[in-house]
């Protein structure tokens, strides 16, 4: 596999034409030898979620919630276990794995550790899952003093593992909340700051989500807004006054040298989550942007440059009753099945979930829809207004007798791809401007969506409904999922 990056020595070298690998590719060690066999991988039984209490008015800390999805279990739809952190105030967000199918030749390397970077306390928590996976427990703080004092970087948020055994974080900013801090930070394999990723001086102006394929040695990052603004809220002026990003970064991998900026324009603002193909050998990925509310595809050209373009685009609906004349889909999250076959992602302010066939990435087709929350169902105050000029709702279903509230946020797809996993937090401060205290008060919920992986299709599972609004210190924002053995967003292959 030309381009190929294995650890030999505890080092990472890149291997070229057809060489024989030693070091992690030489046994097997975590996750999946690729993405198809990733598919045949057992049914998830267990869910792990960042619940947060910052901005909610309760003072307690955040924790990592573990879920029961086992049908057959008497526990099955509910939280079994509780991780607090130590401290309050962090805003637990996104989360990753010390050890991933990147090390699948690694005999030596165990998915054992989760990685909970707090996105507005900066500390990175590292929680041991193998000991009892029902029950995970808290194995070492990484301190903020101790990243800024040895590199600057502040506000984590992306954690992916490297081949070479380390953990790399994006970080959205310094200390004091500028994007222009912004940077990618190395834990090693015993989570100790080891230092930035990137060269000197070839830091990204904004930070947020990353993804790396070797074999076109190329690393892509996305940016969301300065944490400065951010984390008050979001104020339209601000993308104004250029505090929010609308670029991608193409870097060259290993080396963290910034090879080339693809700027979106109006058409990309806010890119969030980044994407490539799983199947490590393509050239092409997607970024979701979500105050425009495009998917945008990124490809590699013929002359070895990156370029892109909007390959589907949610129009803004005409409303009543909102803070302006039109609501953006926003789009904050989305993923690709393992088989590259399909690609989801969520209209948070909408309510919408979807799906698309993606086997021309080119040219997706829209294939499955549904509405599970958002400003515009029925009840609401807000309406959207039809061509004829009439005001109206989306009908949203009801789940074992609860209404749904927020809307979609964050996904998680099985590995065969024929479940689709929906929490509704977004961040706390946009939380409560958006959705206000029928979300921050009432807390969030988990919803799991069937998929028909053969022709298309989603449906909502009526037996499936986690209330964290029942949580026994009082209503808590469920965020991120991951799932004991790896999934579709945090596993990258080599």
Not at 309 to 315: L, R
Request: hydrophobic fraction near 35%.
């Amino acid at each position: 596999m030309a381009g190929t990056v294995v650890v030999v020595q505890g080092k990472s070298q890149s291997l070229f034409n057809g060489a024989e690998s030693e070091g992690c590719c030489a046994g097997k060690g975590p996750g999946y030898a690729s993405p198809l066999e990733a598919m045949t991988g057992p049914r998830e039984t267990l869910l792990y979620v960042t619940c947060i209490y910052h901005g909610t008015e309760i003072e307690k800390p955040d924790y990592l919630a573990t879920v029961d999805v086992d049908p057959s279990s008497p526990s099955y739809s509910k939280v079994i276990h509780r991780l607090p952190v130590p401290h309050i105030g962090d805003e637990l967000h996104h989360t990753g794995w010390n050890a991933c199918s990147s090390c699948h030749g690694d005999p030596s390397a165990v998915r054992r550790f989760l990685i909970l970077p707090s996105l507005l306390s900066s500390r990175i928590y590292v929680v041991d899952t193998a000991a009892n996976p029902r029950a995970p427990s808290l194995h070492k703080v990484v301190e903020p003093t101790d990243i800024v004092q040895k590199t600057g970087l502040a506000y984590p948020h992306t954690s992916h593992c490297l081949a070479s055994g380390e953990i790399m974080v994006s970080c959205l900013g310094d200390n004091d909340g500028n994007a222009e801090g912004s940077g990618f930070l190395l834990l090693d394999s015993d989570f100790n700051v080891k230092g930035r990723w990137e060269k000197p001086g070839h830091n990204p102006p904004f930070g947020y989500d990353f993804w790396y394929q070797p074999q076109h040695k190329t690393m892509i990052s996305s940016s969301w807004g300065a944490p400065a603004a951010f984390t008050k809220g979001f104020n339209l002026e601000h993308v104004k006054d250029g505090l929010y990003g609308r670029h991608l970064y193409v870097y060259s991998w290993p080396d963290g040298e910034l090879k080339q900026t693809l700027d979106l324009g109006n058409t990309g603002l806010l890119p969030l989550e980044t994407r490539f193909l799983h199947d490590p050998s393509k050239d092409t990925g997607f970024v979701g942007c979500a105050l425009s509310s495009n998917m945008v595809r990124f490809f590699k050209t013929a002359d070895g440059s990156w370029n892109h373009e909007v390959v589907i685009s949610v129009q803004p609906l005409k409303v009543k009753n909102w803070i302006l004349p039109e609501m953006p889909g926003l789009i904050t999250d989305f993923l690709i099945s393992l088989d590259d076959r399909y690609l989801y992602f969520v209209n948070w302010l909408h309510g919408d979930v979807r799906q698309y066939n993606i086997d021309d990435p080119a040219k997706p087709v829209l294939s499955g829809q549904v509405w599970v929350g958002g400003l515009l169902q029925k009840g609401s105050n807000v309406a959207y207004v039809t061509e004829d000029g009439k005001e109206s709702h989306f009908d949203v279903p009801e789940i074992k007798g609860n209404r749904l509230r927020g809307g979609p946020q964050m996904i998680q797809l099985s590995l065969d791809g024929k479940r689709l996993y929906v929490t509704n937090s977004l961040f706390s401060a946009w939380d409560h401007q958006f959705y206000g205290q029928d979300l921050v008060k009432k807390g969030s919920h988990m919803l799991q969506i069937d998929v028909d992986t053969e022709r298309g299709g989603l449906t909502v599972n009526p037996n499936f409904f986690v209330d964290f609004g029942a949580e026994p210190d009082g209503p808590s924002l469920a965020h991120e999922m991951r799932y004991p053995g790896g999934d579709c967003t945090s596993d990258i292959w080599i």
